[in-house]
């Protein structure tokens, strides 16, 4: 949308766009409407961006991956589907790729990487991440399931709520208490396996969006999970959560902006095409204006947006500074959504119009990942710290 401002990508990341919008066109977009009937995309969507080599980009190439050392082409992949306008798609591919896989990757055991990695990349094993629980929210050292040891396995029990990728997920990376007495330190993560007894899932939640999202509830019962499917050491886990959030949170607010940029040019031939009073309403002032005021606002946001890929790329985005992308570009894509709305008029409260879908999907985007209210408390920390 604004190419001439963008010097972050060369040849070799625009060629792999190019592969990643002739996809989306092809395996994406068409079944989208169908995906949202179902309440999720399917499996074969899965395995085709395997075959593909669009799952995991940094995955070694000893488990079947690229091994791409370079951020800027995950942010090709988030933001290509997100200016597709397919929220649902947008979000879950990238949390199994750029939110789940990393955990793994980073603090897997040699067992556990050799056993789920190569299904990661190839799209046979879908993957969740598994921190909200119904009485705990963003509060994560409020969690309740635990994780108890019993020498050669642990024995966890508990729930877990509003789990992206849950109804089809093969494998989720869980938080929970290995010793509740400490606090955060005593929170550990271990993978569990959907094949796992006492592994069961809840039926795909009635969102008011993300229609093509599976999010449903997890529950485990006397879940047996071997000793390898502990992440990194015992009592680090919200260490390792705090650690891998920033990306989560900058992987949000890649998309967030994608979509609204997506729902902004779906305004603009809207506005083009309708007419009022005799005329095209993109003649009126009050539409000019709308239209400027949102477009500087996503140009705006893209600029920072690329710096910050760039400066996560170095390894230099902190936690406060994810938490701000986050929180600004949800808050932008949220209003940039709501504004397309109204200049559609009474059409854009219709389904059948791309906008009123973005409208609904966009609102949740301030609530997950870390609600935007404690996006601002991180930001303060370190305000003040400084």
């Known amino acids: 949308m604004y190419s001439v401002f963008r010097t972050i990508f060369n040849e070799e990341h625009e060629m792999f766009r190019q592969s990643i919008k002739d996809f989306i066109a092809k395996e994406i977009t068409p079944y989208n409407a169908e995906w949202e009937k179902n309440k999720m995309v399917s499996r074969e969507s899965w395995k085709k961006l395997g075959e593909n080599g669009f799952l995991c980009l940094q995955a070694p190439e000893e ?41 793994v990757l980073h603090y897997g055991t040699a067992e556990a990487k050799k056993k789920y990695i190569p299904g990661m990349v190839s799209g046979d094993l879908i993957s969740a991440v598994a921190m909200t629980e119904p009485g705990a929210g963003s509060d994560l050292q409020a969690i309740r399931t635990t994780a108890e040891d019993k020498g050669d396995h642990y024995l966890i029990n508990g729930s877990k709520t509003f789990i992206t990728n849950g109804y ?44 093509a999202q599976d999010t449903c509830e997890l529950f485990f019962e006397d879940v047996k999970v071997p000793k390898e499917n502990l992440l990194g050491k015992e009592g680090a886990g919200f260490t390792y959560l705090m650690t891998e959030l920033a990306q989560e949170r900058l992987i949000v607010g890649l998309a967030a902006l994608a979509l609204g940029e997506s729902a902004f040019l779906s305004t603009i031939d809207y506005v083009k095409q309708r007419k009022a009073f005799g005329k095209s309403i993109s003649e009126f002032q009050n539409t000019r204006f709308k239209l400027a005021e949102m477009g500087a606002k996503l140009e705006q946001g893209r600029i920072y947006a690329d710096q910050l890929v760039m400066m996560h790329n170095a390894k230099k985005v902190d936690s406060a500074m994810a938490s701000s992308a986050k929180y600004l570009l949800t808050e932008l894509q949220c209003e940039v959504s709501d504004e397309c709305v109204q ?27 870390g609600t935007n209210e404690i996006m601002k408390e991180l930001i303060t920390r370190k305000l003040l710290k400084d």
């Open 343 to 369: 200049l559609h008029g009474g059409y854009g409260y219709m389904w059948e119009y791309p906008v009123a879908r973005a409208f609904a999907d966009a609102r949740v985007q301030r609530i997950y990942a």
């Open 63 to 103: 488990f079947g991956g690229m091994g791409l050392d370079d951020f800027r082409y995950n942010a090709i992949f988030v933001e290509e589907l997100g200016l597709s306008g397919c929220s649902g798609p947008a979000i879950g591919y990238p949390l199994h790729s750029d939110i789940v896989f990393p955990y």
């Open 168 to 211: 089809l997920c093969d494998l989720v990376v869980i938080a929970a208490k290995t010793d509740p007495k400490l606090g955060a330190k005593g929170i550990s993560l271990f993978i569990v396996d959907s094949k796992m007894e006492g592994f069961s899932k809840g039926v795909p939640f009635e969102k008011v969006g993300l229609h």
